[in-house]
């Protein structure tokens, strides 16, 4: 049976080819500032430079949080366009394709976009500014201080137990069939932000957990990058991708016990 979405194309293609063509340009425009994120990433670690962005780098480097701040959030967009937007790319897609006019379109498209980076960079900040909480708690214990792999373990059991939940399904179920862009006035200009919230909530809600564990490793670590914008895109548009979801959360949960054991969990605990 075919998704909402790919009925939505369809039917959008039959009272409207036009439409379609004209929209290309603009996920063409997408897909490139996809590939340029990717770039500045991959440009940014092997330079040696992607470190300096690092939400440890920015809290335990002596700059004042009001500096640091938006340092990170410069690295957070770029993780954005390269790891989120791969994944909305199809739903961007049947969106744009029903805004009627071109200059309708471009606005449209720009409130939609401007809904979805908002949700997503507050999110960063919320993560940012716990983190920098944390730090202060971690730099008040000396036992946690000296066991620093004990948080590292805690951010992935999060990750891979938040899979496994019946919230995270519904959630995914969300971001996979957004029916805010189903319904008959999505397209229209005074609703494209709320629609692009809607959708930006609902892939949050699904991703949230993943992108915490890509904030933990940090903008440095592209392997990470690559392989958890692998995990998301797939669990979005996949045909299997809710049963990805919780292999992956075995997967996360198995990691954690190991990185626990592996580090040296027994004597010194």
């Not at 962005?53 to 410069?74: D, K, Q």
């Not at 809607?198 to 809600?205: N, Q, T, Y």
């Not at 490793?217 to 690559?226: P, S």
């Not at 954690?256 to 969990?265: D, E, N, Y």
Request: charged letters at 10%; proline letters at 4%; a positive charge.
């Amino acid at each position: 049976m075919r998704s909402l979405a790919t009925r939505r194309v369809v039917e959008l293609r039959r009272t409207g080819a036009g439409r379609v063509a004209t929209a290309a340009w603009q996920l063409r425009a997408l897909s490139a500032a996809i590939v340029a994120a990717w770039l500045v990433a991959a440009g940014a670690q092997l330079s040696g430079h992607a470190t300096l962005l690092h939400h440890h780098t920015l809290i335990e480097g002596g700059s004042p949080l009001r500096v640091a701040l938006p340092f990170f959030l410069l690295g957070w967009q770029v993780m954005i366009a390269a790891m989120m937007l791969p994944a909305s790319l199809p739903s961007i897609g049947v969106f744009n394709a029903g805004l009627a006019r071109p200059e309708g379109r471009r606005r449209g498209m720009a409130a939609f976009l401007a809904s979805y980076a908002l949700v997503w960079s507050l999110f960063g900040l919320v993560a940012f500014l716990g983190d920098d909480v944390l730090h202060h708690i971690v730099d008040a214990t000396p036992w946690l201080a000296a066991r620093p792999w004990l948080i590292e373990a805690a951010v992935v059991a999060i990750a891979g137990a938040y899979q496994l939940t019946p919230l995270k399904r519904r959630w995914l179920a969300a971001c996979r069939h957004p029916a805010a862009l189903l319904s008959s006035d999505a397209t229209a200009l005074h609703r494209a932000r709320w629609v692009g919230l809607d959708h930006a909530l609902a892939c949050l809600g699904s991703s949230w957990a993943l992108m915490l564990l890509m904030f933990a490793e940090g903008f440095a670590n592209l392997w990470w990058m690559v392989a958890l914008t692998a995990v998301m895109v797939y669990e979005t548009t996949g045909r299997n991708g809710q049963w990805v979801a919780t292999t992956i959360g075995i997967a996360l949960l198995v990691f954690g016990a190991v990185l626990l054991v592996a580090m040296g969990i027994g004597p010194g605990l």
